[in-house]
């Protein structure tokens, strides 16, 4: 899960010094809250430290909700105040604002952080980088890391270095929103003074108590408490998307807006509890620690956070006695607080690009460095860029030429489409020099079987450039079906889809692919053979989710994968009764767990193993074959960025054959439970060599990431294949060609 800071809105020209209400007139201005400068210090600290050293503090992510809820109170606070002395508010005022004060930095930063990715991120990653750095200056980059996370091949993908600007569109999107919540309870409450026949000219807040007060009370009441509930419901139902999209983030910022908006005499009575500012900075420090990245977040957890920062706040202050005010209040924290906003900004960038350069994690000597560069550029950029263009005199009073700054956003935008570098493109095709497996097949046959004749052998092949490039699209050398709408289903996805290729207008045999994307692996082999054959192939594959009766765990909600395990319920129905295929073809994940043993041990893949064992005992029941294929390797990292550093040799992206391919996996204990029922073929002589598995075989390239075959060489493998299951399975190849065209002539 990955979580920067948001961004900290400023509310006037003095950085450290935040407006709050004179308790007794009720007026803007007087008072001054440094502690609340010390509440982003606390936040911003927070998120940089788990970026560095997560397992310092695994919930660090929360210091994004504390923003939140600081944003929401100052900027509440502030249309409150412009409403109470107009009667309305100015929404080219209030937007020109904000883009005065957010967009400069960070168009700048979006420009920096894209081209020092074109200097140090591999090639690999740049197409990614590029449409969040665009979603980011645009301001939508929440809704696409939504998307990214429901898209598999999408959703475990290195992290890109601006995609903490999420946060910073949620706040955005509120800030585009919010005013709007003013206009509208000022309509109501006119519409309310009408019916009580007020005089027309009265203010509709003049004062405490009047209806605009209570309608906006209430508006924001009832947009908080809908927000909160479909958080909890989206983070229980859809925590991939639940985390990032603005409606389950509402309500954070909604809670200090509430507190905002509370009546002055409570307000007061509030504040000068200060024993209970010190439980609130209990509640956001120990968040923290609490709270892990696989919490089912924000839901109901973010509570801790938020309840937390709305104490601090509404005690914190300098009138809270005996409370946090004096700690926060210092002017350290002062000064961390007032360079937040640009300290998020960098901090992000810095850590990823380091990390991509260095191809190690951040040791103890780096972090402190990084977060030090992090502190001066962000300096750097307050007093060079965030404080000349708040300050500008040019801009300062004219809201459409504040408003107008926003046009920096498009900057990163220009310059990434300027600056992309042309990316390779495949037509799918290897032709002369490309033999893939056939490689390691000939090695195999013509050495004495030996690891050193088989590496001797291999280097033998004429050396060609690999296809599919290294920074080839995905949707070009993915298999095909990744490419068909619901052919393969998602995280939250419980219902079947169907996918049926091959032979479809006159099928000898039906044969069904069935489990996640590991079992994908073999569906362009399969679909070669299909055609050969005059098979109809029908897929039912869901990605994470290996096709087992077991309970199974998954590690983005910490728990139990129902949806996973339900859509295993509705598979073998279907293939029950409305597929009825001849044959099942099926693997899955070596590494899924089940969820009562989510440990890589023996016991945990023979319980997985019973639970594919009791689907394969139902379809034999009903007349339907089924052949296991054994797992396929899974890398320790993503083979794709390794490749794309390393394409002169990619052989230094080799991995032992021990450490990718793990002994006995549940294949193989379902297979032993079926009493040899179901055979188990083992294809992985085909993909490994004796000695070690490498990234390129006979100048194909073998995986799209850690554990995704590419549909090139899985193409290479289909006379390999083919052979293995006609051994297994003879009756599948039963109907040669000609008796299938004669078969086909009489049902004509």
């Known amino acids: 899960m990955s979580d920067p800071a948001s961004a900290a809105s400023r509310e006037d020209a003095r950085d450290a010094a935040v407006p709050v209400r004179r308790r007794q007139s009720g007026e803007a201005g007087g008072g001054l809250r440094p502690d609340v400068q010390g509440l982003r210090a606390l936040a911003v600290t927070m998120v940089v430290v788990y970026h560095l050293y997560p397992s310092l503090v695994p919930g660090g992510f929360a210091g994004v909700d504390v923003f939140f809820v600081i944003s929401g109170f100052l900027i509440t606070g502030h249309l409150w105040r412009e409403h109470r002395k107009a009667g309305t508010v100015s929404l080219t005022m209030f937007w020109g604002r904000r883009a005065r004060r957010l967009i400069p ?22 197409p990614e980088t590029a449409a969040q750095v665009r979603a980011s200056a645009l301001y939508f980059q929440n809704w696409q890391l939504a998307a990214d996370a429901v898209d598999y091949l999408k959703s475990d993908q290195a992290s890109s270095p601006v995609q903490h600007f999420w946060s910073l569109s949620v706040e955005e999107q509120f800030y585009l929103l919010w005013p709007l919540l003013f206009i509208a309870a000022a309509v109501v409450a006119s519409l309310l003074r009408r019916r009580r026949n007020r005089p027309a000219g009265e203010p509709v807040v003049a004062a405490r108590g009047v209806p605009g007060h209570r309608v906006l009370g209430c508006l924001t009441v009832v947009v908080v408490g809908a927000s909160l509930a479909y958080s909890v419901h989206e983070t229980r139902f859809n925590p991939a998307t639940a985390y990032f999209i603005t409606p389950t983030r509402i309500w954070e910022l909604g809670a200090g807006g509430l507190l905002a908006l509370l009546p002055e005499r409570i307000a007061a009575r509030v504040a000068r509890l200060g024993w209970l500012s010190w439980a609130g900075l209990a509640l956001a420090v120990a968040s923290a620690f609490v709270l892990r990245g696989t919490s089912a977040f924000p839901g109901y957890l973010a509570l801790l956070p938020v309840v937390g920062t709305v104490l601090l706040i509404a005690c914190g ?110 037509n799918g095709e290897l032709g002369p020099g490309y033999p893939g497996a056939a490689a390691l097949a000939d090695a195999m046959s013509a050495s004495d079987g030996s690891a050193d004749a088989v590496v001797k052998a291999l280097a033998s092949v004429p050396a060609k450039p690999m296809l599919p490039p290294p920074g080839t699209p995905a949707n070009q050398a993915r298999p095909a079906y990744w490419n068909e709408p619901g052919c393969l289903l998602g995280q939250p996805d419980t219902a079947t889809h169907p996918c049926t290729f091959g032979d479809t207008a006159h099928p000898a045999r039906t044969v069904a692919l069935v489990g996640d994307s590991i079992a994908g692996n073999w569906f362009p082999a ?45 598979v073998l129905h279907d293939l029950l009764t409305t597929v009825q295929p001849d044959v099942v073809i099926t693997t899955g994940n070596q590494l899924e767990m089940p969820v009562d043993n989510p440990v890589s041990a023996p016991s945990a893949r023979a319980e997985t193993a019973a639970g594919e064992a009791a689907y394969w005992r139902q379809l034999e029941a009903h007349g339907i074959g089924v052949i296991a294929l054994a797992e396929t390797p899974s890398f320790p990292g993503d083979l794709s960025d390794c490749i794309a550093r390393n394409s002169q040799d990619p052989r230094h992206c080799a991995a032992p054959r021990s450490t990718v391919l793990m002994p006995d996996p549940p294949t193989s204990y379902a297979a032993r439970d079926m009493g040899g029922t179901v055979p188990l073929v083992d294809m992985n002589s085909f993909i490994c060599g004796p000695r070690q598995c490498d990234p390129v075989v006979g100048n194909v390239r073998v995986y799209l990431d850690e554990h995704h075959l590419t549909a090139a060489y899985s193409q290479t493998l289909a006379p390999y294949l083919k052979m293995r299951l006609r051994s297994v399975s003879p009756a599948l190849f039963g109907l040669t060609r000609a008796v299938h065209q004669a078969s086909t002539a009489a049902k004509a």
């Not at 960070?106 to 591999?122: D, E, K, N, Q």
């Not at 030090?372 to 005199?393: C, F, G, I």
């Not at 053979?529 to 983005?556: F, P, R």
Request: charged share 10%; glycine share 6%; hydrophobic share 50%.
């Open 526 to 570: 399969l679909n070669v053979i299909a055609l050969q054959q005059h098979w109809k192939l029908v897929t039912e594959l869901h990605g994470n989710c290996v096709w087992t009766a077991t309970m199974m765990w998954y590690d983005s909600t910490d728990g139990p994968y129902a949806a996973c395990h339900q859509w295993g319920v509705n």
């Open 317 to 426: 202050s300098a009138e809270g006695r005996l409370g946090t005010g004096r700690v926060t209040s210092l002017r350290p924290l002062v000064f961390l607080g007032g360079i937040s906003y640009s300290l998020y900004l960098w901090h992000w960038p810095l850590i990823t690009l380091w990390s991509s350069w260095r191809q190690h994690p951040i040791g103890l000597l780096a972090g402190p460095f990084l977060a030090v560069a992090s502190v001066l550029l962000a300096w750097l950029t307050k007093v060079l860029v965030e404080d000349p263009v708040r300050q500008a005199r040019f801009l300062r009073g004219h809201d459409w030429r504040s408003v107008s700054v926003a046009v920096a956003a498009a900057v990163p935008v220009a310059l990434v489409l300027g600056l992309m570098p042309q990316l390779p493109s495949w």
């Open 105 to 126: 930095a960070a168009a700048l930063v979006l420009a920096v952080t894209w081209a020092a990715s074109l200097r140090f991120l591999p090639p690999t990653q740049l």
